[in-house]
T-cell receptor
Framework: AQSVTQLDSHVSVSEGTPVLLRCNYS??????LFWYVQHPNKGLQLLLK??????LVKGINGFEAEFKKSETSFHLTKPSAHMSDAAEYFC?????????????FGRGTSLIVHP | EAQVTQNPRYLITVTGKKLTVTCSQN?????MSWYRQDPGLGLRQIYY???????DKGDVPEGYKVSRKEKRNFPLILESPSPNQTSLYFC???????????FGSGTRLTVV
């Protein structure tokens, strides 16, 4: 079984300040982990992924995430927020067992960026 | 351009009138999936398909059907839509567990 918890439903930051979106997961197997972004009235776009290579993963638009196995976390960060970062962000855990592939989505974190 | 194409983008229908939402991908992905997105509930998987003629239920399959006769197409069928199926629907495709999804732009369905 697998699960993912996004610890904040909303995060509010000022433009130019750091962003931290928190994600904890549980999995019986070695997981693949992803972050997606959804802008209003748009589909989801893959930001970055962790698949058992480097634990610090760089994604698009200046976002990064660090896989910490001991803390079962995969938090998303960005050094300096931009107005265009305002969106919904989803953390996803995925494992492959017995040929099946069922990703589990977190409930999302809404990032609000103030000017 | 690599993409997942869903149609229609918006649909308003009446209770009980059968409808189909189409989904097509041009990336030769084996894995395809349907999700619904509702406020406060995030994305929930309806059905998924590992390959042609191979489909299985996700978390919320009741009231939906799918088929996978060709690799590129994965239509979602609502035989008798009800108001509780009013939602935002996404189709997605993937090469596999390590690759992540490519999502369609979504279909906003309203059942009255």
């Amino acid at each position: 079984a697998q699960s993912v918890t996004q610890l904040d439903s909303h995060v509010s930051v000022s433009e130019g300040t750091p962003v931290l979106l928190r994600c904890n997961y549980s999995s019986s197997y070695s997981p693949s982990l992803f972050w997606y972004v959804q802008h209003p009235n748009k589909g989801l776009q893959l930001l970055l992924k962790y698949t058992s290579a480097a634990t610090l993963v760089k994604g698009i638009n200046g976002f990064e995430a660090e896989f910490k196995k001991s803390e079962t976390s995969f938090h998303l960060t960005k050094p300096s927020a931009h107005m265009s970062d305002a969106a919904e962000y989803f953390c996803v855990v995925s494992v492959s067992t017995q040929g099946s592939y069922i990703p589990t989505f977190g409930r999302g974190t809404s990032l609000i960026v103030h000017p | 351009e690599a993409q997942v194409t869903q149609n229609p983008r918006y649909l308003i229908t009446v209770t009980g009138k059968k409808l189909t939402v189409t989904c097509s991908q041009n990336m030769n992905h084996e894995y395809m999936s349907w999700y619904r997105q509702d406020p406060g509930l995030g994305l929930r998987q309806i059905y998924y398909s590992m390959n042609v003629e191979v489909t299985d239920k996700g978390d919320v399959p009741e009231g939906y059907k799918v088929s996978r006769k060709e690799k590129r197409n994965f239509p979602l069928i609502l035989e008798s839509p009800s108001p509780n199926q009013t939602s935002l629907y996404f189709c997605a495709s993937s090469e596999g567990v390590s690759y992540g999804y490519t999502f369609g732009s979504g279909t906003r369905l309203t059942v009255v």
